[in-house]
């Protein structure tokens, strides 16, 4: 691997490298070699890493005349149930973790089906409630019928009005989102027009959300549901301070179009396994110690996850392909940039670039879920005249810096007029948008 110059700089933007107070050494050895950061033009070598992997591709090689699956199944084997996974076991085993041997082995990534709701002539996919995916669909359908256009591109009504509808579906997805497998989830009532419709009347033009609202009932069907309650630690938001999340999205020549926001580098929130050169994911912090919660965590089951990419169809094919890094945030800013485009007729590139904001009136994803109630981050570009009439609304204004990297990295593939392949990449990270 060839080490690439950094990201351009931008205000506010943490250092990529973090190291833990448990494991620093180990994680100063991989990505600080010489005890420090790899220059430009430099070899970067991960030899831990690079011998996991070979020991995969070896068992897949050793299996290859039984045909391709059974080597794909060997080159798996061999982390689940291998030496790999022998490593890891020891190492959690070392540290007082709880990963045991049977864990890793009976462990398949499933493959869920995706949750869709039409906005528009569009078709927009996201993943499940298992993860935030379905916020994006359930702010939609709240906004369904609101005349965008002529509220006027971020001013005060149309912040407002979005930052309402965003307020309720994360009212939802802390009330009802959870791993399918253990918890009831109601999606397609809470992705109903009906339901919409009950939610849609607790959204004040007069007036801002002083908390997060509380749920509601859509198999009731009712705007809010009764014996509602939340608990969470008020504070600053828990998960502001890394770069840990990409996003790649791809649309071939033939129209089959890929998202994906892959996560869970080392370094960051969990060490690297010694003599194996990846991490356990840390995704356990997106869990509840909260009885009753939906996320609550149990053996076995997945916490409910923020990374959440998505795809849009037109005419039933392949419109856009589009996701983000950022938490709680992803949702929001995938939502500031689809609208940008459908109602106001942004080319991608300038859909991306647009300034944004973010509502953090509700507990944040991260253990230990603090809560802001009413705070509005919103990026410098936006006209201090709207921030002082969204205050006087009551939302607790905080200034972000331009193009902050707190605001996201939308990155979207998009289906021109005539097929033309369109890209834009988010300049608030380090982003890119290739055509060939």
């Known amino acids: 691997m060839i080490f690439l110059p950094p990201a351009p700089s931008y205000p506010d933007t943490p250092d990529v490298i973090r190291l833990s107070t448990a494991g620093g050494e180990r994680i100063a050895a991989v990505y600080l070699p010489n005890g420090?950061?790899?220059?430009?033009?430099?070899?970067?070598?991960?030899?831990?890493?690079?011998?996991?992997?070979?020991?995969?591709?070896?068992?897949?090689?050793?299996?290859?005349?039984?045909?391709?699956?059974?080597?794909?199944?060997?080159?798996?084997?061999?982390f689940y149930r291998g030496d790999i996974a022998r490593q890891i076991v020891a190492f959690m085993k070392a540290e007082g973790g709880l990963l045991s041997a049977e864990d890793l082995a009976e462990y398949h990534s499933p493959v869920g089906p995706p949750e869709r709701r039409r906005f528009g002539d569009l078709e927009i996919f996201t993943c499940g409630a298992w993860c935030q995916g379905p916020v994006l669909l359930q702010?939609?359908?709240?906004?369904?019928?609101?005349?965008?256009?002529?509220?006027?591109?971020?001013?005060?009504?149309?912040?407002?009005?979005?930052?309402?509808?965003l307020k309720l579906a994360f009212a939802d997805r802390e009330a009802y989102y959870g791993d399918p497998r253990f918890v009831k989830v109601p999606a397609e009532a809470l992705l109903s027009k009906a339901y919409a419709d009950?939610?849609?009347?607790?959204?004040?033009?007069?007036?801002?959300?002083?908390?997060?609202?509380?749920?509601?009932?859509?198999?009731?069907?009712?705007?809010?549901?009764?014996?509602?309650?939340?608990?969470?630690?008020?504070?600053?938001?828990?998960?502001?301070?890394?770069?840990?999340?990409?996003?790649?999205?791809?649309?071939?020549?033939?129209?089959?179009?890929?998202?994906?926001?892959?996560?869970d580098p080392g370094g960051v929130d969990s060490p690297v396994i010694p003599g194996v050169g990846c991490v356990v994911?840390?995704?356990?912090?997106?869990?509840?110690?909260?009885?009753?919660?939906?996320?609550?965590?149990?053996?076995?089951k997945r916490p409910r996850l923020t990374p959440a990419p998505s795809l849009v169809l037109r005419d039933g094919h392949a419109f856009m392909a589009f996701g983000t890094p950022g938490g709680d945030v992803q949702q929001q800013a995938m939502l500031q940039v689809l609208l940008n485009m459908v109602a106001y007729g942004m080319a991608p590139q300038q859909a991306v670039e647009a300034p944004r904001l973010a509502t953090r009136s509700f507990p944040d994803s991260f253990w230990p879920h603090t809560n802001s109630p009413g705070r509005l981050d919103v990026e410098a570009r936006i006209a201090p005249e709207t921030r002082a009439a969204l205050a006087k609304l009551g939302h607790v204004i905080t200034d972000w810096p331009d193009y902050d990297w707190r605001a996201g990295a939308v990155c979207a593939s998009v289906v021109g007029k005539d097929g033309v392949r369109l890209g834009g990449a988010d300049p608030r990270r380090g982003a890119h948008a290739i055509g060939w």
């Open 139 to 165: 702010t939609l359908a709240l906004i369904e019928g609101a005349d965008l256009k002529a509220l006027g591109h971020n001013s005060a009504d149309y912040v407002h009005h979005l930052t309402e509808a």
């Open 198 to 263: 009950l939610r849609r009347g607790l959204i004040r033009e007069d007036r801002a959300w002083p908390e997060m609202p509380p749920p509601g009932d859509p198999e009731g069907p009712a705007a809010v549901r009764n014996g509602h309650g939340a608990a969470s630690k008020v504070g600053a938001p828990s998960h502001a301070g890394t770069l840990d999340t990409s996003y790649v999205s791809v649309i071939d020549a033939e129209g089959n179009a890929f998202s994906a926001t892959p996560s």
């Open 36 to 78: 420090r950061p790899p220059q430009t033009g430099e070899i970067f070598r991960q030899s831990d890493l690079g011998a996991s992997l070979q020991y995969m591709a070896d068992e897949e090689k050793a299996a290859g005349s039984r045909g391709r699956e059974a080597g794909l199944d060997a080159a798996r084997d061999a």
């Open 281 to 300: 994911s840390p995704r356990g912090s997106q869990g509840w110690l909260e009885p009753g919660h939906a996320s609550e965590v149990m053996g076995g």
